[in-house]
């Protein structure tokens, strides 16, 4: 049976290229630091949204019947008091409030709120999070427990959230008890870590729907092209304290590398797990700027069952973020002879 295809709205496309032109604010704004100083960009949303019907119109692709069925949040995210939602349902739908967005709404760019709530975890709350904030809104980030990414290690999270503390306000543990709408603005009553927090208003309020089967990432690899990007394929440590598996987990942070501090890109970090046994690459990612660009080689190493070994006899061109893979190789190895002291 052959699949339909159609021209349909390609949200995947306008997305990143929505991220694309995030990641070139941040590299203005990054110039500072370096001497460099540019005027604050002036966002031209019609002009925007223009270019990104342009690029859409250019793809097709196939239909998913569930790809546009409304759902206000996800098993995963529901940070909605249950309560709250049986007593006001009637107000929390997408289509009565036009300050509540799902994806669909969010990448259409109905307007940059001055104030923008995003409500949940996974990889879509946090690219809408990096639009938004690289086009002007001041971003508070509420979820569940305590990590932006719960199929990821903590130490990915943390390095994440160390990156981002600049960016967004993270808000853990958290859960809404209250929406109060008005002609203008969303009013959130919000508990974090079990306190009450102020009740803050906001201009927009997006509603994370990741679904909680989201691919995994044995054998799926997982890619927020966020400011940072965050990617990994294969065994996490949290897979592997269940597991039978002897490990070693490498963590080289990209302070090691000469390229990362020529482009001001020191928080980043390359993370290598290697089955202890017979030394082969079973679990690896990176946090960081330009991340995306490096992790195709993670992948090749996993598919194929490198060893670490076959990953430091493979040449990595200097200066560029693919040494952490060949220095996190070499650590393991115990070769390695330029990395920074810890001390």
């Not at 349909?8 to 203005?28: E, P, Y």
């Not at 949040?73 to 939602?85: G, P, R």
């Not at 109060?180 to 208003?201: C, E, I, M, R, Y």
């Not at 927009?204 to 995994?216: G, L, M, R, T, Y």
Request: aromatic residues 8%; hydrophobic residues 40%; contains cysteine.
């Amino acid at each position: 049976m052959k699949a339909s295809i159609q021209q349909v709205d390609t949200t995947i496309v306008r997305t990143h290229a929505l991220l694309h032109m995030a990641k070139s604010i941040h590299s203005i704004r990054g110039a500072s630091p370096q001497g460099i100083h540019y005027l604050e960009p002036s966002i031209d949303l019609s002009a925007v949204r223009h270019k990104l019907d342009q690029l859409e119109s250019q793809y097709y692709v196939i239909r998913k019947d569930d790809f546009n069925s409304p759902r206000y949040v996800s098993n995963q995210d529901n940070l909605v008091n249950t309560d709250e939602k049986k007593h006001h349902n009637n107000v929390l739908t997408p289509a009565t409030n036009k300050h509540i967005w799902h994806y669909n709404e969010a990448i259409a760019l109905p307007f940059i709120p001055n104030k923008f709530a995003i409500i949940g975890t996974g990889i879509n709350a946090i690219e809408i999070a990096t639009i938004y904030q690289a086009l002007g809104a001041a971003v508070d980030i509420f979820i569940t427990g305590d990590d932006v990414f719960p199929a990821l290690d903590k130490d990915i999270n943390k390095t994440f959230q160390r990156y981002v503390k600049r960016l967004f306000k993270i808000k853990p543990q958290a859960e809404i008890t209250a929406f109060n709408f008005s002609d203008d603005h969303v009013q959130l009553s919000v508990t974090s870590k079990g306190k009450a927090l102020p009740d803050a208003d906001y201009d927009a309020v997006f509603i994370a729907d990741d679904k909680p089967s989201q691919n995994n990432v044995l054998t799926h690899p997982f890619m927020a092209t966020s400011f940072p990007t965050v990617t990994w394929l294969g065994w996490t440590e949290k897979q592997l304290a269940s597991s039978a598996l002897n490990y070693k987990v490498i963590n080289m942070p990209w302070r090691s590398l000469g390229r990362a501090n020529t482009d001001v890109n020191t928080n980043g970090l390359t993370k290598l797990i290697f089955n202890t046994d017979n030394h082969v690459l079973i679990g690896g990612g990176m946090i960081g700027n330009n991340a995306d660009e490096i992790f195709g080689e993670v992948c090749l190493a996993i598919h194929n069952k490198f060893t670490a070994d076959n990953i430091a006899h493979t040449v990595h061109a200097h200066p560029t973020l693919h040494e952490s893979i060949l220095l996190a190789a070499e650590v393991y190895l115990g070769t390695a002879t330029d990395v920074l002291n810890q001390e």
